[in-house]
């Protein structure tokens, strides 16, 4: 069996423990919110996201940083959030090689001693409450003020969100003022753009002069004055011209400066020892970028460049789109929405497309290497917004994909995260290029929800697939459905499909079917239970006439209808992973995935399964482009192998017929899989959501449980060990539980993958046998690109 996943760029430079929350998601914490406006305290919520830098030259793989972002449901519209480090300690003795195995390395806090202290609760899976973060200085006045009710210790900040971490070292603070202006000493570094659709960056300044520009775009209806324009921008800045604490200072710093984001993953880039930084192989430049509710795209620094490298988590950059900055003045006031009671912002995960020309762990932009980050805005909007981050103390705007660029008309939320990929388009080298899909269609038409927030009715936006220049922007080929203007005529970049009638909120899983160095397929399921495969034929195996392009041979097909109406109203909001196996009708690529509705994971209707779908005929190269077409695998066709297989005897499994594949039902009342699943050594590993009843309680938290499963990818059958054990025999089972709440993905970690949140008699790594390196893809200079 060989892993396939080109698409996952080396550069990306994190994994994670548990995803952000999506779509209408943190519904599931909306009752402790609402409650918390009563009698009873917040509830500071952690979905224990935690990002790890990896490629880092000379770094010791046995101690890893991680970033956990924390937020805190509110009852208003604008909500807080924070991102805090704790260290990673691998076990001291490996789980390589053994199934099933899970061992006790420590995920641990501030300082490091011998034996570290742990910093992750056994209980709940988050940080512990009087657990010290790695950049918090525990002096400082909101660590050393503290709430007992909510088992806060002073001098600690632990899973508090608005006490220490990256929050406590936004510029200004601590000292009590943010600054005015960037020019300003210690002042944040804050900038937008002159004008919507322009690269002209400017800073973001709460001056007079600076209303000239920014009046239109932050009161677009023109109805505050000059001076409450004014107001508006000192509290983007951090101060709290609108006396938040009710204290009569209007110069102060706000109470708490970063906002929730809750969908943002933290992309952490090493950037290695950058000549002239001051940093070392010992001690990596570490950049670490993530969006937020209040709309801005932060840039913050891991360590300092000292000799002992010691904790920054310091805010050196941020930037908001002047479309962002017309809903600053109903958060800043906290006014309340027509619809909903949220407000979004920029609030997508980002990720990069990283070229270190000569592979020596370095991003030195004088010597032509690069580093270009991606970001949008999820439920915040219909942006894509590109940056060009390959000197970190000079970052530059580079270009934003909207509904009103041309040729995007039927992009929707985006969702998508986009996917770096390089294709031959006939260019001396593989051009790189990105990779999404339309997105979500769903939000509010007035008191009315809309797409699939609505209902499970045919959709007109976000039944898309886009490949652009990730240099430029410039779009190479999208496939669309129907949309809600004629389409002008098909041509080479443009391919119409009739039956892609359903909005894509999934990013695609991108492949190189052949293994010759170049992407050359990808997969995705939409949000009406589809499963497509897209083509990316590569110019040079392909006979073209002169001038013609590869991308007029480009196909998208149906590879499986999965979907249906009432508990049949699948979804998928998570990509699949991909494999290239074979069985006893010969080799098949083999696609994972698993469906729930991310959008309403308290749902109970839909009845939700994990798929195995065979792929045949075609495995390692890419379908001709006048092959026949090939029927779509059905949900009825595929071996139901949930309770035949779900047994303690593998000689007691009927494996029945399973030339398309299988599926396996979630069994928990309303369970639905929230993640992509993982597939290694022939098994799959995925983890789930259970939503439960609302809680009748005074102080109700977050209800549910999450679940990871451990499967056969033959057959389905159960290889996890028993809750309690160590080895999966004499008895496995289909899953174990993880804890409260909606846990997420289970990641790859050294010679393991990490389960985000287990109870107090198991350890958190879980050994994959024969998997002791998980790299990604570098890309060689002069072969790889241009």
């Not at 088992?151 to 603070?173: I, K, L, W």
């Amino acid at each position: 069996m060989r892993r396939l996943i080109a698409g996952r760029d080396w550069a990306l430079c994190l994994l994670l423990l548990a995803p952000p929350l999506m779509a209408d998601d943190i519904d599931i914490y909306r009752p402790a919110a609402q409650a918390s406006s009563g009698s009873c305290p917040g509830l500071s919520a952690s979905l224990v996201a935690a990002a790890i830098p990896l490629g880092a030259a000379g770094r010791n793989r046995a101690l890893q940083d991680m970033y956990f972002n924390l937020f805190q449901p509110g009852a208003g519209v604008a909500w807080h959030g924070n991102i805090k480090k704790l260290r990673w300690l691998a076990p001291v003795v490996a789980a390589a090689g053994v199934e099933g195995l899970a061992t006790a390395g420590t995920i641990a806090q501030a300082p490091l001693t011998d034996p570290p202290v742990a910093a992750i609760s056994p209980v709940d899976g988050q940080i512990l409450p009087d657990a010290l973060t790695f950049w918090t200085d525990p002096a400082g006045a909101d660590v050393l003020a503290f709430n007992p009710e909510l088992g806060e210790v002073p001098g600690r900040d632990g899973r508090s969100v608005t006490r220490g971490g990256a929050g406590q070292q936004v510029p200004g603070f601590l000292s009590g003022s943010p600054g005015a202006s960037n020019d300003e000493p210690g002042a944040r570094q804050l900038f937008t753009l002159a004008v919507e659709g322009g690269a002209e960056v400017q800073p973001l300044n709460a001056a007079t002069a600076s209303l000239a520009l920014l009046g239109p775009v932050l009161d677009p209806a023109g109805s505050l004055p000059g001076e409450q324009q004014l107001a508006v921008l000192r509290w983007l800045r951090g101060l709290d011209s609108f006396d938040a604490d009710s204290d009569g200072d209007y110069l102060e710093a706000r109470p708490w400066l970063l906002a929730d984001a809750p969908h943002s993953r933290p992309l952490a880039i090493s950037y290695g020892a950058r000549p002239g930084s001051g940093y070392r192989v010992d001690n990596p430049d570490i950049r670490l970028f993530f969006g937020g509710n209040d709309g801005f795209f932060h840039m913050l620094r891991n360590t300092h460049a000292d000799l002992g490298g010691s904790e920054s988590g310091r805010e050196t950059w941020a930037f908001i789109p002047p479309s962002l900055l017309r809903q600053q003045a109903e958060l800043a006031m906290q006014l309340p929405l027509a619809t909903g009671d949220h407000r979004y912002g920029l609030d997508g995960e980002p990720v990069a497309h990283i070229l270190d020309r000569d592979r020596d762990g370095v991003i030195d932009a004088a010597r032509g290497d690069r580093a270009w980050v991606y970001i949008g805005q999820r439920r915040g909007g219909s942006n894509l917004f590109a940056f060009d981050m390959s000197d970190p103390d000079e970052p530059l705007y580079k270009w934003r994909i909207g509904r009103d660029t041309p040729g995007f008309g039927q992009l929707a939320l985006t969702f998508s995260t986009p996917r770096i990929a390089h294709l031959d388009l006939g260019e001396v080298a593989p051009t790189p290029v990105l990779i999404f899909a339309g997105g979500y269609h769903g939000g509010w038409n007035g008191e009315e929800r809309v797409g699939k927030d609505g209902g499970d009715d045919a959709d007109t936006r976000g039944n898309a697939i886009y490949v652009v220049h990730a240099d430029t922007g410039a779009l190479i080929w999208k496939a669309v459905g129907p949309g809600e203007a004629p389409l002008s005529q098909a041509g080479d970049d443009l391919l119409f499909v009739p039956e892609m009638t359903d909005s894509i909120p999934s990013p695609l899983t991108v492949i190189d079917a052949d293994r010759n160095g170049v992407e050359d397929r990808a997969y995705v399921g939409d949000s009406g239970g589809k499963v497509w495969r897209l083509d990316l034929h590569e110019h040079g195996q392909l006979q073209l006439a002169a001038g013609a392009a590869a991308t007029g041979r480009w196909g998208l097909r149906l590879l499986a209808n999965l979907g249906g109406s009432g508990a049949a109203d699948r979804r998928f909001f998570h990509a699949p992973d991909v494999v290239q196996s074979r069985d006893a009708q010969g080799d098949y690529d083999g696609v994972v995935i698993v469906s729930g509705n991310r959008a309403a994971p308290a749902d109970t209707r839909v009845r939700d399964y994990a798929y195995l779908l065979k792929d045949r005929g075609t495995a390692g190269a890419p379908v001709p482009v006048d092959a026949a077409p090939v029927a779509a695998i059905t949900h009825a066709q595929l071996a139901d192998v949930s309770d035949s297989c779900a047994v303690a005897n593998p000689a007691d499994c009927d494996l029945g017929e399973l030339s398309a594949g299988w599926k396996l039902a979630l069994q928990g009342g309303g369970e639905k899989g929230l993640s992509t699943p993982l597939v290694s050594n022939g098994s799959i590993v995925f983890t789930s959501y259970v939503p439960a009843a609302p809680a009748a309680q005074d102080c109700p938290q977050a209800p549910g449980r999450s679940r990871t499963y451990k499967l056969a990818l033959r057959d389905g059958a159960p290889r996890m060990a028993p809750a309690g054990s160590l080895q999966p025999q004499p008895a496995p089972v289909p899953y174990r539980e993880l804890g409260p709440g909606l846990r997420g993905d289970v990641v790859p970690l050294q010679s393991g993958l990490l389960l985000p949140g287990i109870d107090a008699a198991d350890a958190q790594l879980l050994g994959v046998p024969g998997r002791t390196v998980w790299r990604a893809y570098w890309r060689q200079e002069g072969v790889d690109e241009p």
